[in-house]
């Protein structure tokens, strides 16, 4: 038996050095800007083999010497074919053709990976140039809304920005913009989202099948690269709408080696109301405003090396103001994201590329007031929030097409800051000063992660990526550690099907105090402690892929996910009341199952998809509902999304959005009674007091939801700009969609109030 | 002028999407028969309170039913039938000495309502090994009190899940049937949870399961006078449904004066119903 080994080790040693390898690498961009391609196809005919760029457009191909024939493409890109003799490593960057600019050019895009080719399953990536032809609420394109639109993903409420994966709530959701956490992502309590479309390149988001990269969210990953600016030339966008205004500037700062890119945007109600608010007020006056800019700098020292650095920061800001000469005070409360991030790409060698980052993260919240009269001055102040500083490195490695080899690790460093007062007061008259501060001290943790996992090919048919992920979390001298495995299979059958499967176990450290509906700034992040374990799931996922012709993408899947220490707030209690977090709330476990049917078609004059999601999702807790298994308030058994863009010609666009959704659940209070409450435990003692009760927790449901939005735009190609004007409107037959219910005392009746009925947008918008 | 232009498209906007208010209907309540019987093994008597629910869009005033039909069964033999109704409700079936680890059945009938039932057994009693009163007269200023304290040591079993009462009484020691005040009693051992209106700590064996267990009460020594009171320590093992009611019932009174509470669901043991049935087995241990 050791003979035969020895045998077939060197035989094996021989085959493989008899096949001599070459490797093709490099980047793949975009020709005329210079932006990398994300997960663009390369495929050589010859062996039947390719591989996909990484998100920053490196790729890596190994092949037999001979000769290759390669071909390079992107959606929405002329593919580039060539022949060639491999007999040595060749470095190579490819810059495609973006399909608008090249009129006369056939645009063969069939050679883009297919979705049944791809092993990933449950991971949608939609185009911004989609993403901005779906009409918006107000006319303020919307990533986020966006993405509730697929199936899978649902909102929580009427105009919200939070996303529900899967049965998960928001907080399970890791957004990343440049690879940084963002923790809110909301502007105006959520009917807006922080990211600002002109400024984002690509987006995507997975919500099962996580492969071993991804960690520390229960639900999704939702990555959003920023563009990283235009290499080559100045160009400009902008847009003036009803609620905001934003504009984006790109350019070289050195030719082919810097480029930068600045996006800024802010809403202008405030400006807009402020001399009407002056004028018929006593010096009181009040509003308003967000705002948020985007920027990035990439600096490449050579094809091994280049740095990126990129940056957020947005504000929504409430205001009031009062002041008569002697007597002044100032009072709001705002809310903010501030984040970083400093990339570098290294090109190690033709197989191996790494990207080291640093990152920076910070949420807060502030509330305060002053007052100034005469010598004194009083003022408080409230603020919560969360910090981070990480580093990670993340390596890919592509020894050959059959394998594609992913490692790294990464460490954050947490501050929790769960609410403090402050308390100032300074009276020159008395010579009394008070400064002082009340409530939680900050919590620090640490958070680590380690991963491999490798993207493989056995045959033709079958490919996986296997995976293990194992983080650890420190906080108050305890540590939670979770291995994590990760399982994603495809099975391709003839005719263009694939059958696909995954299991995946997430953990969460840190979990969010919420209001369930509204996204509130003073949602409050916090972490495990000795009390609060990590949040746990695992998730099974079936699925079948299908292309039909070249045009049409369908997808079948089935899923069920289990979810452990899942956090919520005690029955009676609530953000607002007065007690340690950690007592308000408590853990159980939850449930969430379903099938999802997506139907897109991405190219073509007329684009959109179809999404239908029928899912189960329930909760249980030892003291919610009496311990009982209830249905989760976002337990929708039906979610339809319709969403169809047409393009008549170069000039004029229409598009329309319909969604379906079944009512949210909700408790009511249906009855009440005399309870009976003895006092002294023999009976002689006792209270008689009127108790109002719901029924089972969750067991109302609000009416169906469903709206259609409808929008056209009016595109015109100037001297020296572009413009467009987009007119629409959202809820176009008025529904009165459920917002929330309230028992109205005075006439012994339910209210449901609804939020927008018809509300027409436009919006100017120009590109230079 | 321009100013003026774009404020009134901005408002008009703005007025145009302003919240709607609509009714929303609820299926009417059908009214349901509400027993409330909380017992232990020290009373001698099983009281039995029954009220009636009424729809929350109904107007009209609350009520109570004097004419239920009132079963309860040990081990599965009637040991009470129809009792009389007392004031407001009130049924009691006397001269009861609820046995340790038996099934007790109750069952609520009426002709204009469904009949519902609800099974208890009652646990064992707990064994105190000892319990001290101190005093402290100490001031705690979270809960604006002064306070003595008490302790107690007890065995808890292995295996079984259990649930437990404590609570500090006194009588006056004029005489021997002088009624038990129950004393308002709190600590800082985060597993025990006050009762409603503070009458008693609720906790489960979830951390101490099979343990001698002491636990370190405060309580309030406002009324306490050693040398005209006899005080006393009462602990009880009680059912799973009576825990989950008295918590359900403290939360209730919590969320009443918290905006934006999560709702309460009372915990109930009657199928398809309201109302609670659940039992108590207490030790009232003599401290001094």
Redesign the interface.
């Known amino acids: 038996m050791k003979q035969l080994f020895t045998f077939v080790f060197i035989g094996l040693a021989f085959v493989l050095q008899a096949q001599e390898k070459y490797t093709i690498s490099g980047y793949i961009e975009d020709a005329n800007t210079g932006e990398k391609l994300i997960e663009a196809n390369v495929f050589d005919d010859a062996t039947v083999s390719g591989t996909v760029s990484n998100l920053y457009g490196f790729y890596s191909i190994t092949l037999p010497k001979d000769t290759v024939r390669l071909s390079f493409s992107y959606m929405g890109y002329a593919t580039q074919s060539f022949e060639i003799y491999l007999d040595k490593d060749i470095s190579l960057t490819i810059r495609l053709e973006d399909e608008l600019t090249l009129q006369t050019i056939e645009v063969t895009a069939d050679k883009v990976e297919k979705i049944e080719e791809q092993t990933q399953m449950s991971k949608i990536e939609v185009p911004v140039a989609q993403i901005k032809r779906i009409p918006p609420l107000?006319g303020e394109v919307d990533v986020m809304k966006a993405m509730q639109l697929l199936p899978g993903i649902q909102s929580g409420g009427e105009g919200t920005s939070g996303l529900y994966v899967r049965g998960g709530s928001p907080d399970q959701n890791l957004i990343l913009l440049d690879g940084v956490p963002v923790y809110n992502v909301s502007h105006l309590f959520g009917f807006f989202s922080v990211f600002n479309a002109d400024a984002i390149n690509n987006v995507t988001l997975t919500k099962g099948g996580f492969p071993a990269r991804y960690g520390g969210r229960l639900s999704s990953v939702m990555e959003i690269n920023m563009k990283e600016g235009n290499m080559r030339e100045y160009h400009g966008e902008g847009s003036i709408g009803?609620v905001a205004s934003k504009f984006t500037f790109e350019g070289p700062i050195v030719k082919e080696k810097t480029s930068f890119i600045v996006s800024a945007r802010r809403t202008y109600?405030d400006l807009?109301?402020r001399?009407?608010i002056k004028r018929n007020t006593d010096g009181e006056y009040g509003g308003y405003y967000f705002y948020d800019v985007n920027a990035k700098v990439n600096h490449k020292f050579n094809d091994k090396h280049r740095l990126y650095l990129s940056t957020y920061l947005g504000q929504d800001v409430f205001y009031l103001r009062f002041d008569d000469g002697g007597y002044e005070q100032r009072a709001g409360f705002d809310w903010g994201n501030l984040t970083s991030a400093l990339r570098w790409n290294y090109m190690i060698n033709k197989k191996l590329f790494a990207n080291t980052t640093l990152t920076f993260s910070r949420y807060q919240f502030d509330l305060g007031s002053e007052v100034r009269e005469d010598n004194e001055k009083y003022g408080s102040r409230y603020t919560s929030g969360i910090k981070d500083w990480g580093g990670k490195i993340d390596f890919d490695f592509l020894p050959n097409p059959n394998h594609y080899i992913r490692f790294g690790v990464n460490a954050m460093h947490h501050t929790f800051s769960p609410g403090a007062f402050q308390l100032e007061v300074d009276d020159v008259n008395t010579d009394f000063d008070l400064d002082t501060i009340i409530g939680s001290q900050p919590t620090r943790a640490m958070e680590y992660a380690l991963y491999v996992e490798d993207d493989m090919k056995w045959g033709e048919n079958f490919s996986a990526n296997i995976g293990f992920h194992f983080s650890a979390f420190q906080v108050k001298g305890k540590t939670y550690v979770s291995p994590q495995a990760r399982v994603g299979t495809r099975y391709l059958l003839p005719g263009a099907n694939a059958i696909k499967a995954s299991f995946s176990m997430m953990t969460q450290y840190i979990h969010l105090l919420t209001?369930e509906g509204v996204g509130l700034p003073t949602d409050l992040w916090v972490p495990s402690t000795n009390?609060v374990k990590p949040q746990q799931s695992w998730q099974v996922a079936l699925g079948w892929a299908k292309t039909l012709g070249t045009d049409y993408e369908l997808t079948v899947e089935g899923y069920y996910k289990g979810m452990n220490n899942l956090l919520?707030?005690?029955?009676?209690?609530?953000?607002?009341?007065f007690s340690d977090w950690e007592?308000k709330v408590e853990q159980g476990k939850g449930e969430s199952y379903g099938l999802e049917f997506f139907a897109q078609k991405k190219k073509g004059k007329t684009t959109g998809w179809i999404g239908y999601t029928l899912s189960w999702n329930n909760r249980q807790f030892k003291?919610?509902?009496?311990?009982n298994k209830y249905p989760f308030k976002y337990d929708r058994r039906h979610d339809v999304s319709v969403v169809v863009s047409h393009s008549f010609n170069d000039k004029i666009s229409l598009s329309g959005t319909w969604v379906y959704g079944t009512g949210n659940s909700i408790?009511?209070?249906?009855?009440?009674?005399?309870?009976?409450?003895?006092?002294?435990?023999?009976?002689?003692?006792h209270?008689?007091t009127?108790?109002?009760?719901?029924?089972?927790?969750n067991n109302?449901r609000?009416k169906a939801y469903h709206r259609l939005d409808i929008g056209a735009d009016f595109r015109k190609e100037k001297k020296r700009y572009e413009r467009t004007f987009s007119i629409g409107a959202y809820n176009v037959y008025s529904r009165?969609n459920?917002?929330f219910?309230y028992?109205d005392n005075s006439r012994?009746?339910?209210?449901?109030?609804?939020?927008?009925?018809?509300?027409?947008?436009f919006n100017y918008s120009f590109k230079f | 002028m321009k100013?003026n232009i774009?404020?009134i498209?901005?408002i008009s906007?703005f007025m145009?999407?302003c919240?709607?208010?609509?009714?929303?209907?609820?299926e009417p309540?059908e009214p349901?028969m509400?027993p409330?019987c909380?017992s232990?093994n020290?009373?001698g008597?099983v009281?039995i309170?029954v009220?009636?629910?009424?729809?929350?869009?109904?107007?009209g005033s609350?009520d109570?039913i004097h004419d239920a039909n009132i079963l309860l069964k040990e081990n599965g033999q009637i040991i009470c039938e129809n009792p009389s109704s007392l004031d407001?409700?009130?049924y009691i079936c006397s001269g009861i000495e609820l046995v340790e680890g038996a099934e007790y059945e109750m069952e609520v009938s009426h002709p204009n309502f469904n009949t519902i039932k609800a099974k208890q057994i009652l646990p064992l009693m707990p064994d105190i090994e000892s319990a001290t009163y101190e005093k402290v007269g100490a001031y705690d200023p979270l809960r604006d009190n002064d306070y003595d304290r008490m302790k107690i040591v007890f065995n808890e079993p292995a295996v079984t899940e259990d649930y437990y009462l404590v609570?500090g009484?006194i009588k006056n020691k004029t005489g021997p049937d002088e009624?038990?005040?129950?004393l308002w009693t709190w600590t800082e051992n985060?597993l025990l949870e006050e009762t409603?209106?503070s009458?008693g700590l609720i906790f489960t064996d979830e951390a101490m399961n099979g343990d001698k267990v002491e636990l370190d009460l405060k309580v309030d020594n406002t009324f306490i006078e050693p040398s005209e009171h006899d005080i006393y320590i009462?602990l009880s093992r009680i059912t799973r449904d009576r825990f989950?009611y008295m918590?359900?019932?403290?939360?209730?009174?919590?969320?009443t004066y918290?905006?934006?509470?999560?709702?309460?669901?009372?915990?109930?043991n009657f199928t398809n119903g309201?109302g609670i049935f659940a039992l108590e087995s207490?030790n009232m241990y003599f401290i001094q």
């Open positions: 107000l009803i109600a807009l109301a001399p009407f209001n009390t919520s707030y005690k029955e009676g209690a609530s953000y607002f009341s007592t003291f919610i509902n009496s311990g408790t009511l209070n249906e009855a009440s009674y005399f309870a009976y409450i003895p006092l002294d435990g023999d009976d002689s003692n209270q008689i009127e108790i109002e009760v719901p029924g089972e927790k109302y609000m009165k459920p917002f219910i028992f012994n009746k339910f209210k449901q109030v609804s939020l927008f009925p018809i509300i027409p947008y | 100013n774009i404020y498209i901005f906007f145009s999407s919240e709607t208010i609509v009714d929303f209907e609820l309540h349901q509400v409330q909380l232990n020290l009373k008597h009281l309170h009220a009636k629910s009424k729809g929350i869009q109904e107007s609350l109570f407001v409700g009130n609570q009484f009624k038990a005040y129950s985060p409603v209106n009458v009462k989950y918590r359900s019932m403290r939360s209730y009174e919590e969320s918290v905006p934006l509470a999560e709702p309460v669901t009372i915990h109930s309201y207490a």
